[in-house]
Structure formats: structure tokens, C-alpha cells
Nanobody, 129 residues
């Protein structure tokens, strides 16, 4: 049984930092990409960052490049480090898995939430003073 479990969401002041974690079980990360998405109330789910389990290549949404960092921690955990948080970053953050680790067109695939096989339940990030 495949499970993705997010953790680390919290209430944080503007300018603060958080580290979100996605614990993956039931699949071999080598064959998958793990991506982080977020969804704010009334908005569509948007892709933030992606990491390939095959070679560790990373991709980011242009809007978040430089503030957010995705990384792999060991065999089964993918982290998303959030810096310089703003109130507009308030959302539920999800991790998701898709079997695209060697896809040559990953840059076009990864931001489409409809292509992912597995999702976590989400973790709430609230940025407020």
C-alpha cells in the first residue's frame, strides 16, 4: 500500500521559515518523481517543486525559485524548505508521486496535478502576524 504523509505545517510569521516533510512508503522512489503542490482557498492546486528519484534533478515553479528548496532526505523522505514566507503562501501543501523519474519531458509534465498517481493528505501552512 502506497502512502505519502506530509508533516511540518504550522502558523508562522511573515519572513519566517518552515521545513515540510513527505514520508513515502510502498513504492520505490527511484522510479518516481515527488512533487510539492499547494492549494489556497478558492484557488487551483499549483505545483511548487519537483525532484526526480532517479537522478535527483529538481524543477521549480518560476514564481518560487529561490525561496523554496526541495531535497531528498534518505531513501523515503522528500523535504520542502520554505524561506521568506509571505501571507500569500498560506495554503494546504501536498506531496504527490508520479512514475516519471526518467521522463525526458518532465519539465512539461510535473506541474499537472492530474498526472499524479498518489497524494498525501496535506499539511496546513499559515503565514500571519
Amino acid at each position: 500500500q502506497v502512502q505519502l504523509v506530509e508533516s511540518g505545517g504550522d502558523l508562522v510569521q511573515p519572513g519566517g521559515s518552515l521545513r515540510l516533510s513527505c514520508a513515502v512508503s510502498g513504492l520505490t522512489l527511484h522510479y518516481y518523481v515527488i512533487s510539492w503542490f499547494r492549494q489556497a482557498p478558492g484557488k487551483e492546486r499549483e505545483g511548487i517543486a519537483c525532484i526526480s528519484g532517479d537522478d535527483g534533478r529538481t524543477l521549480y515553479a518560476n514564481s518560487e525559485k529561490g525561496r523554496f528548496t526541495i531535497s531528498r532526505d534518505g531513501a523515503n523522505t522528500v523535504n520542502l524548505h520554505l524561506d521568506g514566507l509571505k501571507p500569500e503562501d498560506t495554503a494546504v501543501y501536498y506531496c504527490a508521486a508520479a512514475p516519471w523519474s526518467t521522463a525526458p519531458n518532465l519539465q512539461r509534465l510535473w506541474t499537472n496535478p492530474g498526472g499524479y498517481q498518489y497524494w498525501g493528505q496535506g499539511t496546513q501552512v499559515t503565514v500571519s502576524s
